[in-house]
C-alpha cells in the first residue's frame, strides 16, 4: 500500500512539472501570444458585428474584400477615409496593441463600405526585420508585424475558404518612391511581389493588383494646377486601368505610354494660360518644374510595374495581375518637393528647401479618390477568382454526388427488378408445392415420432417460406415495398399449422403417451414426460428449448445416422411450438383439435392426480435442479480443477464423482440458489401448471416459510454428500516403480501441489470467506477466527476497524453466508488444514515434512549405484528391526491427521512403501534366480528323481550341497526371504504373503526333504527297515539288493532287516530284486538299476499296498512271481512318499 502511495504521488508530481513545463515552453514559442490573441478577438468581433448587421446566412461573401498594402506613412488609411466609403458598425475606429516595450503600434482596422469590406493592416506587418528589431523577435526567429500577418492570412482562409480576397490595394508614397535609389527600389519591389505573391499561393489564387500612388500633392507645381480645377474633375480618376486581357510587356506599356501622352497633353494644353495669367515668377517655376516631375515619374512607374510582374519561377498566368495604377491625393502636407532640385542638393550636400504651400484649412480635400473605389477598384471583384483548392474540392464533391447518385439509380431499378422476379418466382414455387401437396395420399405408417408425415410437411413447409417467414418482413419496406408474402404466405400457413396440430403433434403424444404410462410411479421421468405433453399441448407455459431437447434425444436414439431426418423434424417441431395452441383451439370449441386431443386426455389426468401426490418441497426442488442444469455453466471437472498432476497422483473409484455439478459449487450458490431462493414459490408454478393445479393453488406465508426451508435442509445435504463424495472417491494412485513414486511426490511437493489444491477448491467451496469484504492486510485465519467465535470477539475489536467490523456484520447477514456457514460445518477439519497452512506445527506442515522426508528416502534410493540392493536393505531393515524408516513415521503420522489429508498421506506411504518393496524384491528376485534357480535348473530339475522319467540322476552331492543344512536354498532362505515370510510387515494391505504361493509351497516341500534325509548326526542319508512279507508260490527264493546290503528270504524264512541310504561302506551303487523259480533247471530273474538313486528307481518299480502310519507293502513282479516287502519308516519323514521329489520347482517370479 505504501509503494501505492508513493507511485500515486510522484505520478501526480510529475504530471504537474510537465504541464509547468509545456506552459513555459508554449510561451516561449509564442513570445506574441497576447497580440495575437487580441487581433483574433477583434476580428471575431468584427466579423459577429458585420454577420449581425447583415442578417444573412453567407454574409460573408455578401461583399468583396480588398486588403490595402503598403509601408508605413504611405498614406493607406487617409486614402480609405477620404473615399467617404466607410460605414461605422460599432467597432472603434483606431485599434492599437501594445508591444513589449509598453509602446502603443497601430493595429489591424477593417472598413466595411456600402460596395466592399477593407482591410487596412499597420505598416509593420510588411516591414523588413533590421538590426533595430527587438531581440526577443530575433530569437523568435520571426517578427511581431510577420506573425500577425500569418495569423491574418489564416483567418481569412478560416472565415472566407472559398474566396478568401477580391483583390489587394498597393499603395506607394511618390515622395519616398521618387527618392529611392535604383536599389532601395529593387528592394521595394522585391518585398512587395514576395508579399502579394504569398498570399495569392496561399489563398490559391491570382489577386489582382491596383497600384495606387499617393501623397501626388507634395510634388511642387501641384498647387499651381489641381486646386483650380472644378470639383466634379477632382472626383474622377486620375489613372489608367488595363485592359482585362493584357498580358505582356508591350500591351501595357502601350497603354500606359497613352495614359502617359494624353496627361501631358492636358499639361501642355495649360501651360499657355498659366503662364499668362500666372504673373509670378515662382508659380510658374511651379508649374514647369510639376509638368517635369511627372515626366520623370513616367520610367519610375514603368519600373515598378514591370518589377512587380517580373518573376522568372513562376508561369506567365501564375504572375502577378497588375490592373492599373492611379494617382491621389488624400491630405495636403504643408511641405512640397522637387525631385530634380532636391537630388542635385543632396548630391552635392547642399541645403534642401522644403516650402510651405497649403494653408492649414486647404489639407483635408481629397483629389482623385471619390469615384476611384466605386469605379475601379470595386468595380471588378471576381476577377481574382475562387480559391483553387476550394474548387477543386467542390468540384470533386459534386462528381462524387453524382456518381453516387447515379449509383443509387441503378441499384434502386435493379433493386426492384431483382425483387420482382423474386416474388415473381416464390409464388411460383408456392403453386407448385401446393399442387405437389394435393396430390400425395395418406402416409404407410411405418416410421416412427411423425417421420412418415415428412414428406406431407416438408412440402407444405416450402409452400409456406416460399416468400421467407412473413412475420419477420415489414409488409412496406421489406423487397423494396414488393413483398407479397404477407398475402399469400398466411393462406398456405394455415394449412401447413393444421397438418402440424393435427397429423404431426398427435404421432409425437402419442409416442410419449407410451412411455408416460410406462414410467415408474411418481418417479422424475414420469414428470418430465408429462412436463413435455403439457408444453406441447397448451402455449401458454411451453418452454421450447425444453421441448426440443427432449425431442431431439429421441429422434437421435430412433434415426441415428440419419442427420437429414433428425434437422426437419426438429425444424417442423420448431414451427409448431412456435406458431400452435392446442389447448386454445380446444377453447374455441374446435371440433378436430378436441377430438385429437381425445386419446390422451385419460393418461395425461391419470398422471396429473398421481404426481400431485408429491411433496411439495420435493417438487420445487427437482424444477431447482433440472432449472439449474439449463442456466449454469457445464459442471465443475475436479481433474482440471485440481491441475496438470492430478493423473500423477491421483486415481478415482467412480469417474462420474469428478464432474461436480455446478449447482451444488460455491458459484451455483451464489449465482443461483440465492437469487431463486426469493422465487422458490413462483417457481412451482411450472409444475403447478403441469400438475393441473394453477387454479387451485393458494401458498399461505407459512407454507412459503416450509417449503424455502425444506428446500434449504435438502440443498444442503445434497451439497455436503456430493462434496464428500467426490473428496472420498479421491485415492493415491498405486505406483509402478519408485522413480512413479518420486515423482508424485515432487508433485504433490513442489510442482502442482494436488493435495493443497484439492483442500483449497475443498475450502473455496464449503467456506464462507469474510475476508474478500475488507481492504486491509488483515490475515485470513484472524479474521475468520474473529467473526466465527463469539468468544473471540475481544480479538476482533483489536485488529479490525470500525469499517471493518461493520461490512463483516452486513455481510454475516448475507444469505450467501449463512448457508456456507451451514455446508462448512461438515468441512470444519479439513477447511481448518487450508487456514492453518502456513502454522509450521499445523497438519499441513507436518504432513509436508514427512512427505519431504519420503521423497528424500525414494531419491537416496534411485541415485543410489544399486538401487535395488539400497531398497532391499530398507526393508530388510525394517522387517528384522522393526525400523522407523520416513515411510513407516508418515504411516503413523497420518493416523493423527484430519481426513482426508491423513488417508491421502497413508496411502502416500503405503504406495510408496509397496513400491520400495517391489524394487527390493525385483533385486532379490534377480538373485533368487541368479544364486538358487539357475543351479536348480541345471543341475537337478530334469534329472532322476525331480523327473522320474529322466535316465540322469542327481548327484549326491549336489543334492547335499542344495537342500543339506546351510545350503543353497536354506542359506538364501535364512539370508533373504525369511524376513519376508516370518517378518513383520511380510503381509500386504490384504493380508497376503509378498512371496508367492508357488515359492512358498517350494520352501515347505525343501524342509520336508532336509528334515527326511539330513540330520543332525547323520547327516546325508535316510535309515528305514525292511522284512519279507509274501513269495508267490512258484518262486522259493527272492534275494533283495538295496545298494549292497542283501535281503535274502526263502518261503518261510522271514526276518526285519535294518537298512542305510546311501551305503557309504560300499562302492558300488547297485539295487536289485532277484526271484528264483522253484522248478530245477529254471534260471533266476531279476529287476535292478545301477546309480546312487538306484533303490528309488527300484522301489518305483514296485507297487506301494497296505499303506499304514508308520510302514507300507511294496509289491514287486518278476517273471511270473510277486514278491511283497514291508518297509518300516517314521511317519513325519517319508522318504519314499509319492511325489517329494517330482513334485517340486522353482520358478524365477519371487513376488
Known amino acids: 500500500m505504501l509503494l501505492l502511495a508513493l507511485s500515486v504521488v510522484s505520478i501526480y508530481l510529475y504530471t504537474q512539472v510537465a504541464k509547468s513545463v509545456v506552459g513555459v515552453v508554449k510561451d516561449e514559442n509564442e513570445p506574441y501570444k497576447n497580440s495575437l490573441e487580441q487581433q483574433k478577438e477583434y476580428l471575431n468581433g468584427w466579423l459577429a458585428h458585420y454577420q449581425q448587421r447583415s442578417h444573412r446566412r453567407n454574409a460573408m461573401y455578401e461583399r468583396p474584400w480588398y486588403i490595402v498594402l503598403g509601408q508605413s506613412l504611405s498614406g493607406k488609411t487617409s486614402l480609405i477615409q477620404k473615399s467617404n466609403q466607410v460605414i461605422p458598425i460599432g467597432i472603434a475606429d483606431k485599434q492599437f496593441v501594445a508591444n513589449k516595450d509598453r509602446s502603443a503600434s497601430k493595429m489591424l482596422q477593417l472598413w466595411l463600405t456600402q460596395q466592399a469590406v477593407i482591410i487596412d493592416p499597420p505598416g509593420e506587418f510588411f516591414s523588413p526585420t533590421n538590426e533595430e528589431t527587438d531581440k526577443d523577435e530575433t530569437e523568435a526567429g520571426i517578427s511581431r508585424g510577420r506573425a500577425l500577418h500569418l495569423h491574418l492570412q489564416d483567418w481569412l482562409m478560416e472565415v472566407r475558404q472559398r474566396q478568401p480576397l477580391n483583390g489587394v490595394i498597393l499603395t506607394v508614397n511618390i515622395q ?12 521595394w519591389l522585391q518585398r512587395w511581389q514576395t508579399h502579394i505573391l504569398e498570399m495569392s499561393d496561399r489563398f490559391a489564387c491570382r489577386i489582382p493588383v491596383y497600384l495606387v500612388f499617393t501623397k501626388l500633392d507634395v510634388l511642387t507645381g501641384f498647387e499651381t494646377i489641381y486646386p483650380l480645377l472644378e470639383r466634379s474633375l477632382l472626383d474622377e480618376t486620375l489613372g489608367i486601368t488595363f485592359a482585362a486581357n493584357t498580358e505582356s510587356d508591350e500591351e501595357w506599356r502601350g497603354e500606359l505610354s497613352k495614359f502617359w501622352s494624353e496627361w501631358q497633353e492636358n499639361f501642355n494644353e495649360l501651360m499657355p494660360e498659366h503662364m499668362v ?32 510582374k517580373r518573376h522568372y519561377n513562376r508561369d506567365p498566368g501564375r504572375q502577378m495581375l497588375i490592373r492599373g495604377c492611379y494617382f491621389t491625393s488624400s491630405l495636403q ?8 532640385s532636391d537630388t542635385i542638393c543632396r548630391h552635392y550636400k547642399l541645403y534642401v528647401s522644403n516650402k510651405n504651400v497649403w494653408a492649414n484649412n486647404d489639407n483635408q480635400r481629397g483629389y482623385f479618390i471619390q469615384k476611384l473605389f466605386n469605379q475601379v477598384l470595386f468595380s471588378e471583384p471576381n ?15 459534386l462528381t462524387l454526388i453524382a456518381v453516387i447518385s447515379g449509383g443509387f439509380a441503378v441499384l434502386l431499378l435493379s433493386g426492384w427488378y431483382y425483387y420482382y422476379l423474386q416474388n415473381y418466382h416464390a409464388g411460383e414455387m408456392a403453386l407448385r408445392k401446393v399442387s405437389e401437396f394435393q396430390k400425395l395420399g395418406e402416409p404407410a405408417h411405418n416410421q416412427p415420432l411423425g417421420a412418415d408425415w415428412l414428406p406431407h410437411m416438408n412440402i407444405i413447409r416450402d409452400a409456406t417460406m416460399s416468400y421467407g417467414d412473413y412475420r419477420e418482413k415489414n409488409q412496406f419496406l421489406s423487397d423494396m415495398g414488393l413483398y407479397q408474402g404477407a398475402k399469400i404466405g398466411q393462406l398456405v400457413e394455415k394449412t401447413y399449422l393444421r397438418l402440424l396440430e393435427s397429423r404431426f403433434l398427435p404421432v409425437l403424444m402419442k409416442d410419449l403417451q407410451q412411455h408416460l404410462d410406462g414410467a415408474p410411479a411418481n418417479s422424475e421421468e414420469k414428470l418430465a414426460i408429462l412436463r413435455i405433453m403439457r408444453m406441447i399441448d397448451d402455449k401458454s407455459g411451453r418452454n421450447i428449448p425444453l421441448v426440443e431437447e427432449y425431442m431431439r434425444a429421441r429422434w437421435q436414439t430412433a434415426f441415428t445416422g440419419q442427420r437429414d431426418v433428425q434437422e426437419r423434424l426438429m425444424m417442423h417441431l420448431d414451427y409448431a411450438l412456435q406458431h400452435t395452441d392446442w389447448a386454445l383451439d380446444r377453447s374455441h370449441s374446435d371440433a378436430e383439435a378436441i377430438k385429437s386431443y381425445e386419446p390422451f386426455s385419460a393418461s395425461i389426468r391419470a398422471a396429473q392426480i398421481e404426481l400431485s401426490k408429491l411433496p411439495l418441497y420435493q417438487r420445487v426442488y427437482q424444477n431447482l435442479v433440472i432449472k439449474a442444469k439449463e442456466q449454469l455453466p457445464q459442471d465443475m471437472d475436479l481433474r482440471t480443477e485440481i491441475g496438470a498432476q492430478f493423473d500423477s497422483v491421483f486415481v478415482f473409484d467412480n469417474e462420474a464423482l469428478l464432474k461436480v455439478p455446478q449447482f451444488w459449487t460455491r458459484y451455483g450458490l451464489s449465482h443461483f440458489f440465492v437469487k431463486q431462493t426469493d422465487k422458490l414459490v413462483s417457481i412451482t408454478a411450472l409444475d403447478a401448471w403441469v400438475l393441473g393445479l394453477t387454479d387451485n393453488v393458494d401458498y399461505s406465508d407459512a407454507d412459503k416459510a416450509e417449503i424455502e426451508r425444506q428446500i434449504t435442509d435438502r440443498y444442503v445435504g445434497d451439497y455436503t454428500s456430493t462434496w464428500r463424495n467426490a473428496v472420498n472417491n479421491l485415492s493415491i494412485k498405486p505406483f509402478d516403480d519408485v522413480e512413479q513414486a518420486s515423482a508424485a511426490l515432487d508433485a504433490v511437493l513442489n510442482n502442482g501441489q494436488p493435495l493443497w489444491r484439492t483442500l483449497v477448491l475443498l475450502g473455496d467451496n464449503t467456506q464462507p470467506h469474510l475476508v474478500t469484504a475488507l481492504s486491509s492486510d488483515v490475515k485470513t485465519p484472524v479474521v475468520v477466527a474473529a467473526k466465527q467465535g463469539k468468544n473471540q470477539k475481544t480479538v476482533a475489536d483489536k485488529v479490525l476497524n470500525s469499517a471493518q467490523k461493520e461490512s463483516l456484520e452486513q455481510l454475516a447477514e448475507q444469505p450467501e453466508y449463512v448457508l456456507l456457514s451451514r455446508i462448512g460445518r461438515p468441512f470444519s477439519e479439513q477447511n481448518a488444514l487450508v487456514e492453518s497452512g502456513d502454522d509450521q506445527n499445523g497438519q499441513v506442515q507436518q504432513a509436508y515434512k514427512a512427505l519431504n522426508d519420503m521423497s528424500n528416502e525414494l531419491h537416496r534410493i534411485s ?26 513415521t508418515a504411516q503413523q503420522l497420518s493416523k493423527n491427521l484430519s481426513d482426508p489429508l491423513g488417508r491421502w498421506v497413508e496411502q502416500l506411504a503405503d504406495n510408496s512403501w509397496k513400491a520400495v518393496t517391489a524394487l527390493a524384491l525385483q533385486s532379490l528376485e534377480a538373485e533368487w534366480s541368479k544364486t538358487v534357480v539357475t543351479p536348480f535348473m541345471n543341475q537337478m530339475a530334469d534329472r532322476y528323481p525331480f523327473n522320474p522319467e529322466a535316465s540322469k540322476e542327481v548327484a549326491l552331492s549336489d543334492m547335499e550341497r542344495f537342500f543339506g543344512p546351510n545350503g543353497t536354498l536354506d542359506s538364501f532362505y535364512k539370508n533373504n526371504l ?6 513383520n510387515g511380510s503381509l500386504d494391505s490384504e ?37 519279507p512279507v509274501d513269495l508267490s508260490a512258484n518262486k522259493r527264493r527272492a534275494v533283495l539288493n538295496l545298494d549292497g546290503q542283501l535281503v535274502d528270504y526263502t518261503q518261510g524264512n522271514s526276518h526285519t532287516a535294518h537298512l542305510v541310504w546311501p551305503n557309504t561302506m560300499r562302492a558300488g551303487n547297485e539295487s536289485k530284486l532277484t526271484l528264483v523259480p522253484d522248478v530245477s533247471g529254471g534260471s533266476p530273474r531279476s529287476v535292478g538299476y545301477v546309480g546312487p538313486w538306484a533303490m528309488f528307481r527300484l522301489w518305483d518299480k514296485g507297487e506301494l499296498t497296505n499303506v499304514q502310519d508308520n510302514s507300507f507293502d511294496m509289491r514287486f513282479a ?34
Not at 509638368?291 to 510595374?305: D, F, K, T, W, Y
Not at 521329489?1141 to 520358478?1147: D, E, K, M, V
Request: proline letters at 2%; hydrophobic letters at 40%; zero cysteines.
Open 383 to 397: 476577377l481574382a477568382g475562387e480559391n483553387y483548392e476550394h474548387v477543386r474540392v467542390r468540384r470533386h464533391n
Open 333 to 340: 502636407q504643408n511641405r512640397r518637393s522637387d525631385f530634380f
Open 277 to 308: 495669367h500666372r504673373t509670378s515668377l515662382d508659380l510658374r517655376s511651379a508649374l514647369f518644374n510639376f509638368v517635369g516631375q511627372i515626366a520623370g515619374l513616367r520610367s519610375v512607374v514603368e519600373e515598378l510595374i514591370s518589377g512587380l
Open 978 to 983: 525369511k524376513v519376508f515370510i516370518d517378518g
Open 863 to 888: 541415485n543410489a549405484p544399486e538401487p535395488g540392493k539400497a531398497a532391499l536393505l530398507l526393508v530388510q531393515m525394517r522387517l528384522q528391526q522393526n525400523n522407523a524408516d520416513a515411510f513407516f
Open 1118 to 1151: 518278476v517273471d511270473n512271481g510277486t514278491m511283497i516287502y514291508r518297509v518300516y519308516v517314521d511317519e513325519s519323514n517319508n522318504p519314499f512318499a509319492g511325489g517329494l521329489f517330482s513334485q517340486f520347482t522353482l520358478t524365477d517370479q519371487l513376488y
Open 176 to 187: 519616398e518612391i521618387m527618392e529611392m535609389t535604383s536599389e532601395g527600389r529593387r528592394e
Open 991 to 1027: 493380508g497376503n504373503s509378498l512371496i508367492r504361493p508357488e515359492i512358498l509351497t517350494a520352501l515347505e516341500q525343501a524342509e520336508k526333504i532336509r528334515s527326511t534325509f539330513f540330520t543332525a548326526q547323520n547327516g546325508f542319508g535316510i535309515q528305514f527297515a525292511i522284512s
